[in-house]
Structure formats: C-alpha cells, structure tokens
Nanobody
Framework: QVQLVESGGGLVQAGGSLRLPCAAS????????VGWFRQAPGKEREFVAA????????YYSDSVKGRFTISRDNAKNTVYLQMNSLKPEDTAEYYC??????????????????WGQGTQVTVSS
C-alpha cells in the first residue's frame, strides 16, 4: 500500500503563500486520483481539492477556488497544493489522500483508503 507524506506546512501571515507537497512511497500515484483535505480543531475534515491521475481535471471547494491550485508531477510521484492569498480561516491540519473507492465521491473523506499524517498550516491575521 502506498504511503503518503505531506510537508511544507508552517506559520504564515494572512495574504501569504505556502506550497504543500504530498510525496508517495511504496507505490505509485501515477494511476490514482489524489485529494487534499483539511481539518481545523473541533471541526470535521473537509474537502479542499482533488486532481485526476492525468492531471487533466481538477476540483476545488468553493472556499479555496481561485486561491489554491492542485497539481502533480507523476515522474516525482508527488502532488502539490499551492496556497495563495491565505486567510486565517485556512488554518488547519492538511492531509493528502488517495485510493479512492470505486464509484465514490472525491469530496467525501470517507471514500479514501490511504492518508498521510498531515501537515499543520497556521495563518495569522
């Protein structure tokens, strides 16, 4: 089973940017849709973005559309989440996920079988 490792989190001021890589080991991401989710304290895990295996289709939640960009480099077995114009409400633990169950919705966190350990993003006002 593929293992996922997120990195790139940290503390940033509002309006700033971060890029979060999600690197895979023990398997390839090449043939799989990958999603990014986030979870703030006391809240449920929520969908952020997803990208199909080829990168030809990307999907975003309304809250990040126009500010975040998901991309992938299959040669590097890595998916990226570029986050611009960050807001304090973007503060959360960010997770990448893959192994979407057949026929399930990519925005449903329960539909993914493999998860990384998360990386913390904190946006100060």
């Amino acid at each position: 089973q593929v293992q996922l490792v997120e990195s790139g989190g940290g503390l940033v001021q509002a309006g700033g940017s971060l890029r979060l890589p999600c690197a895979a080991s023990g398997g390839t991401l090449r043939n799989y849709l990958v999603g990014w989710f986030r979870q703030a304290p006391g809240k449920e895990r929520e969908f952020v973005a997803a990208i199909t295996w080829s990168g030809s289709n990307t999907y975003y939640s309304d809250s990040v559309k126009g500010r975040f960009t998901i991309s992938r480099d299959n040669a590097k077995n890595t998916v990226y989440l570029q986050m611009n114009s960050l807001k304090p409400e973007d503060t959360a633990e960010y997770y990448c996920a893959t192994d979407l169950k057949l026929g399930r919705d990519y925005s449903d966190s329960r539909a993914f079988g493999s998860w990384g350990q998360g990386t913390q993003v904190t946006v100060s006002s």
